[in-house]
């Protein structure tokens, strides 16, 4: 943990020193857990990339009010939710199409693919159905693996709150994935 926090702090000092190459190993380091953040909020693949790059454009031209207060990750962490609202908001309210996930992993067996892209798709929209101020929570804890400090840090509340945020939740996903299924949990 120390060695990443050293890791992250040199690239910046790189970066802040007029070098390039600090900035790009931050975002070759950071940009698959960013876009997974983001894919798992708004769950859009053409959109998740688009935002990634916003949220690194951002980082780009604001490192420099990097007060290493907290971790470099928790920072930009905070950067990715923000910028997902912003998003949410600038989004026009349509009847959304029901896109597919493109990078479920091709199986041998096509029924088996098939089943997987379903199930994922069936996952992708009772989690888009739950209400953004707790799915920011769950994604940081359950698919990042965040801990209920780091996510009060990001998402700027308390820890109780956190963890009231991510129970209800989870509650929520159940829920919409029963009636998504039709009571029969997959």
Known sequence: MKTQINEDISYIGQFLAGEDKGFEMLVKKYQNRVLNIVYSLIGRDR?????????????????GSFRQRSQ????????????????LRRRKKSSAENDLP???????DPKEALLAKEREAIIQEALKRV???YRAALVL???????????????????GTVE??????RQSLKDKLLKSVGGVMI
């Open 131 to 133: 209400p953004l101020q």
């Open 47 to 63: 959109e998740s990339e688009d935002i990634m790059q916003e949220v690194f454009l951002k980082v780009y031209h604001n490192l």
């Open 102 to 108: 493109e990078n479920i992993a091709s199986s041998c």
């Open 164 to 169: 009231s945020k991510i129970y209800r939740a």
């Open 72 to 87: 470099f990750s928790t920072w930009l962490y905070r950067i990715v939710v923000n910028t997902v609202y912003d998003f």
């Open 141 to 159: 804890k359950d698919i990042e693996g965040l801990s209920y400090i780091e996510i009060s840090r990001i998402l700027g509340c308390s820890i």
